[in-house]
């Protein structure tokens, strides 16, 4: 465990679902990031809260909608998905955003999600 | 364009065998991170390097910035079956605070 827990661990969603993914983390950190992986392309960072605002959106599809209701917690709800939403999704947590951090990001297992 | 490119994208190497992996940037990194990654599940950070010049270790990884902080390289010093996974550099330093990671470095450690 890394402090930053992931829930579920695997998701498979039907085009026409609405389901959300949930991060948490009681490290104390201010910062919380989603990110998705792709095979074969790098991490893309998909959103940003810094002390519970919102302060990046990487030209996200409005089908994934972030909520950040306190510094501990993080969803990502999920509807009307495609096939190429399959990915992994990860959260992150840092100390806060805009500062060199010395133990970098804390990211949790991950969540694999399959739109079928 | 790829901001961060990690080379080689695969490496296979015998147990024991020491091996390098790196990531170059065109541009000045502010901090450059390194994680290893099981399949499929989150990210493990391993150490990270800010000052031009600057080498840290790890058990037996080395991990080196260059004077330019424009180049790193992870070095693994007698490979064991549970350095496998996949390593990835991350940099700040394009133009904001966010972490932006390479694509990444499978490495695979026969016996």
């Known amino acids: 465990e890394t402090g930053v827990t992931q829930t579920p661990r695997h998701l498979v969603m039907g085009m026409t679902n609405k389901k959300s993914l949930k991060c948490e983390q009681h490290?104390?950190?201010?910062?919380m990031y989603w990110y998705k992986q792709s095979a074969k392309k790098p991490l893309e960072l998909m959103f940003v809260?810094?002390?519970?605002?919102?302060?990046e959106n990487n030209s996200v599809p409005s089908r994934f909608s972030p909520e950040c209701p306190n510094s501990s917690h993080l969803f990502l709800h999920l509807h009307t998905l495609q096939p190429e939403d399959s990915a992994l999704y990860l959260c992150?947590?840092?100390?806060?955003?805009?500062?060199?951090?010395?133990?970098?990001?804390?990211f949790g297992s991950g969540t694999r999600l399959t739109v079928v | 364009s790829q901001e961060l490119e990690q080379s080689p994208q695969s490496l296979i190497v015998q147990e024991g065998k020491n091996l390098t992996i790196n990531c170059t940037s065109s541009?000045?990194?502010?901090?450059l991170y390194w994680y290893k990654q099981k399949y499929g599940e989150g990210l493990i950070f391993l150490m990270m390097?800010?000052?031009?010049?600057e080498e840290k270790s790890h058990e037996k990884i080395t991990a080196k910035l260059d004077e330019k902080k424009q180049q790193s390289s992870l070095h693994i010093t007698a490979s064991q079956p549970s350095h496998a996974g996949i390593y990835l550099c991350?940099?700040?330093?394009?133009?904001?605070?966010?972490?932006?990671f390479g694509t990444g470095t499978r490495l695979t450690i026969i016996p």
């Open positions: 991350g940099a700040e330093g394009f133009g904001n605070e966010k972490l932006t």
């Open positions: 541009k000045t990194l502010y901090g």
């Open positions: 809260y810094n002390f519970k605002e919102q302060t």
């Open positions: 490290l104390g950190h201010n910062a």
């Open positions: 390097l800010q000052k031009g010049g």
């Open positions: 992150a947590s840092s100390q806060e955003q805009n500062r060199a951090r010395r133990d970098g990001y804390t």
